[in-house]
């Protein structure tokens, strides 16, 4: 069987009578299940009923990158009611059920990515062969979208692997490697690049025994267990995720605690289910976040004109814990780091926190740790500037120290050498004034912790040479950051939208309201740390600082216990007391012993000072849009990405509504509240 009417599907029958199904859809770069692949596949599936039967049917990519990516997720946000989203996937659905229904042995051939729909389409197979390379990866990220599996994987995984290792998949979304996948039962055979095809040949040739789950595995899913399990995944779900913001990982518990033992039903369920969740808020704007770190990326992607010339040698200055992380960070992204500090001993601990990050990143793999340590050099005279593609200052954050260190370094660097200032609140326009070439200085802010948080601001002032800011951005996105363009001001964007919240926390608290409430209000607001607890981790020496630059150039104001806090030695985690008490780093637990409090005014004041400093930047063109607004502060400060962003959350609210609230609090409370002029913009827009 060979066939040229179809656009993504290439079906190739061998002289053994073999199907191959080559997956290669048009003008993308990665195969995606649109509606238009799935109704070529269901037609190809039709065809094959009516003739003969093939001797076996092997489902393959002719992408490099990978298997299939998953679903067409810009069709989800076209529907705009449950029943459109229940046609959507029951195509689906129908779809698979044709695969799995076929009476000859079917496989899915992977290599690379194999997510979500590409991973349920896998399990409609009789089997599954992966290549056993690094690249190799299994897995349902949806939970991560607000959504579910929803084209028979919630059916299907728990009957493969059991109840544990499944809901663990689909509720965590991580991927798994071939390996990993082999033992536990997701595929059948791990094999390398060059023996996929002979495999896929030798199974349908002597198709050996469908996987069917271990014992221990299938008790899992028995009904009289399945309620005891249920409690125990709803306690460990809830303490990441509560069900009011994030109702995803509780209803894949509810499809198989309800329905495990009709599977048609459960399918049935499967799809209500997720029609439901399409048109939720929640998935709507993790969809959002989905694109908006797409149009991140993008920020660092170089035309099909552009030259792009990586960075393979890296200078850092500073080995703090900033400069130190940063360092380590390159290296572990295979790039030669040589770390410069005064102070040998603050290298050394620097260079063994890389190898903590290293073990963490690379467990089990022995020569990669030492590969990586070993792109780590210690440089305590600075011998590795002349060599750097690309200088990265990370000392204290003072003028003075940053210009002085700039004169002595700037005649040493090579020509083209990137020079980038890491330093969180200080406009570049006044730090450049000491260059020969003030066009060069752009700020790369990277945010703590270095390896957890995504997003780096490239900073630039009216006077930054453009293509070296595109290149600043280009080597954010080689170290797999994500690069948002800031224009240089006091706090840039992240910190000066995220330090008006913690002051006003700050003030609540001088109010009398205890930092635990505080804190616990914003967790319920869907922040993933408290105010306070996130000062006490910066340090309240490093608060107060940015708080007193903005407050020169911005309305903020310095809260009074905050300079007495710090003036008495308490400097949050490191000094073992801040807001709270701590004890070899960590927070020690007490009671909350304050009085009654107001959750939505406390609510309205912290997150209201967000919008507003956001509705402020959005007016001085500190970022471009509304969106790169909202993904910088998602990604910069982890803002509840179940509300889309501050704008997104504002615009839901009503902007007039939400302004009018901003009015209000001014009354109550002073001209902190003032809205911002730029409301006035929005709204004409």
């Not at 003969?52 to 067409?72: H, M, R, Y």
């Not at 790369?444 to 997003?455: E, I, K, R, S, Y």
Request: charged share 25%.
């Amino acid at each position: 069987m060979t066939d040229t009417q179809y656009k993504n599907w290439i079906p190739i029958t061998d002289a053994e009578g073999i199907l191959w199904l080559h997956l290669d859809v048009e003008n993308s770069s990665t195969n995606i299940l649109s509606a238009p692949v799935l109704e070529e596949l269901d037609s190809i599936l039709d065809d094959i009923g009516k003739g003969n039967l093939p001797l076996g049917v092997v489902f393959t990519s002719d992408k490099e990158n990978g298997f299939i990516a998953g679903a067409d997720i810009r069709e989800f946000t076209k529907v705009s009611n449950f029943d459109e989203a229940k046609a959507h996937i029951q195509r689906g659905q129908f779809v698979f059920n044709k695969i799995e229904a076929l009476k000859c042995p079917t496989i899915a051939l992977i290599h690379g990515f194999c997510m979500g729909g590409g991973f349920e389409l896998a399990l409609a197979c009789k089997y599954r062969i992966a290549d056993d390379g690094p690249k190799t990866r299994l897995s349902l990220p949806e939970v991560q979208l607000g959504l579910h599996p929803a084209f028979g994987g919630t059916v299907r995984l728990p009957r493969l692997i059991g109840a544990p290792a499944a809901m663990d998949m689909m509720l965590t979304g991580k991927p798994y490697n071939a390996r990993k996948a082999k033992k536990i039962g997701l595929i059948d055979y791990a094999v390398p690049t060059r023996q996929l095809i002979p495999a896929a040949k030798k199974t349908i040739m002597n198709p050996p025994r469908v996987y069917k789950p271990k014992k221990m595995q299938a008790i899992t899913n028995h009904m009289l267990v399945r309620p005891i399990l249920k409690h125990f995944m709803i306690k460990t779900v809830a303490k990441k995720a509560s069900k009011e913001h994030y109702p995803a990982p509780y209803a894949i518990i509810d499809l198989w605690a309800k329905y495990y033992d009709d599977p048609k039903k459960m399918l049935e369920e499967e799809a209500n289910s997720e029609a439901s969740l399409v048109n939720d808020d929640t998935a709507k704007n993790l969809i959002r976040v989905f694109f908006l770190r797409d149009q991140l990326k993008a920020q660092g992607k170089a035309s099909a004109e552009e030259k792009v010339n990586n960075v393979k040698e890296v200078h850092v200055i500073g080995a703090g814990v900033m400069g130190g992380d940063i360092a380590a960070w390159c290296a572990f992204k295979g790039l030669r780091v040589t770390l410069q500090d005064r102070d040998p001993a603050v290298i050394a601990k620097a260079i063994k926190r890389a190898h903590k990050l290293f073990s963490r990143k690379m467990r089990g793999d022995r020569l990669g740790i030492i590969a990586a340590m070993d792109r780590l050099i210690p440089d305590v005279k600075g011998l590795g500037i002349p060599k750097a593609d690309i200088v990265i200052e990370a000392i204290v954050e003072n003028i003075d120290a940053k210009q002085g260190l700039y004169r002595e370094i700037e005649p040493k660097m090579k020509k083209g050498a990137l020079l980038t200032t890491n330093t969180s609140s200080i406009p570049l326009e006044i730090l450049s004034e000491c260059l020969a070439t003030p066009d060069r200085l752009v700020g790369l802010h990277f945010f703590n912790p270095v390896a957890q948080m995504p997003l780096i601001e490239i900073v630039t002032a009216d006077n930054t040479d453009k293509d070296v800011a595109k290149r600043t951005s280009q080597f954010a996105a080689q170290i797999d950051r994500l690069p948002l363009p800031v224009k240089s001001g006091p706090g840039f964007l992240v910190n000066r939208i995220l330090m008006p919240y913690m002051l006003e926390a700050v003030r609540i608290h001088e109010e009398g309201v205890s930092a635990a409430a505080i804190d616990k209000i914003a967790l319920k607001f869907g922040m993933p740390m408290g105010p306070l607890q996130l000062a006490d981790t910066v340090g309240l020496d490093i608060c107060l600082s940015v708080a007193q630059i903005l407050s020169k150039e911005l309305d903020v104001t310095v809260p009074s216990s905050l300079e007495n806090m710090v003036k008495s030695g308490k400097l949050g985690a490191k000094s073992g007391s801040g807001f709270y008490e701590y004890s070899n780093g960590k927070k020690v637990k007490s009671k909350d012993s304050s009085k009654t409090v107001d959750t939505k005014n406390i609510t309205d004041r912290l997150i209201g000072r967000m919008v507003n400093e956001s509705v402020a930047c959005l007016r001085e063109h500190v970022v471009a849009d509304k969106d790169l607004l909202d993904a910088g502060i998602i990604f910069g400060t982890g803002f509840a990405p179940f509300r889309g962003g501050p704008m997104n959350y504002a615009a839901k609210e009503g902007l007039d509504e939400y302004r009018g609230k901003l009015s209000s609090l001014e009354q109550k409370l002073g001209s902190s509240f003032k809205p911002d002029d730029g409301w006035e913009q929005l709204a004409s827009h």
